[in-house]
């Protein structure tokens, strides 16, 4: 069993702080409580350090990110940061979204279902630890997205942006891209590229907090 850190008593007692929801009833983090205390049990078993990143509970195996143990609204789950490279012989693993080439999700709704599947659990996240061992990364897609026009003419503007977009690594680079992309009016477009300056200057993926 590792030892258990304040900080994620912390998020569990009050939330991410990532909303105005945060250290109300109605938190999406008190909604999933026993089954985040529960996939937190388990986890801890396995001997990975519990740390709190980008303001959730992050699991590490000699200093790399394996897992995530979080909340979303309609379910709480483990995220692999590997996801992808996992067997998932079980069928249990989804990608978090439609564009994404590395992170998996184990959800769960139902805290009696994890307590079942502990032993699966388990053996998903030995899995995942003997990968980071080995060295395995994930081939990520060669050919990158376009950089939407908005994000080009702004970077040609300001040499600042451009540099520190040209820094960060192409999985950061594509988080921006994918989210300014979204967006369908070029108006809303250029808004975000103008509201992704800050977290762009600081070396941050769009998603990292």
Not at 35 to 62: D, F, M
Not at 86 to 106: C, E, H, I, R, W
Not at 120 to 138: F, N, P, W
Request: a positive charge.
């Amino acid at each position: 069993m590792s030892v258990i850190n304040p900080l994620v008593d912390a998020y569990l007692a009050d939330g991410c702080g990532r909303c105005e929801l945060y250290a109300t009833p109605q938190c999406k983090v008190k909604t999933w409580l026993p089954e985040l205390e529960q996939l937190r049990a388990i986890v801890l078993s396995c001997g990975l350090t519990e740390e709190l990143k980008w303001k959730q509970p992050c699991y590490t195996h000699k200093g790399k990110n394996i897992l995530l143990v979080t909340a979303f609204n309609d379910y709480s789950c483990i995220a692999f940061f590997k996801g992808a490279l996992l067997k998932d012989t079980k069928g249990l693993l989804v990608f978090p979204g439609p564009n994404s080439q590395a992170a998996k999700q184990m959800r769960f709704t139902d805290v009696q279902d994890i307590i079942k599947q502990e032993p699966i659990i388990k053996a998903y996240i030995k899995e995942a630890i003997k990968l980071e061992d080995a060295g395995k990364q994930i081939a990520f897609k060669k050919e990158p997205e376009a950089l939407p026009e908005e994000l080009t003419e702004r970077l040609k503007k300001d040499a600042r942006y451009k540099r520190a977009f040209e820094a960060l690594t192409p999985g950061r680079q594509r988080s921006y891209i994918l989210h300014i992309s979204g967006a369908k009016q070029s108006a809303t477009r250029a808004s975000r590229v103008e509201k992704c300056l800050p977290k762009i200057l600081a070396g941050k993926g769009f998603n990292e907090y």
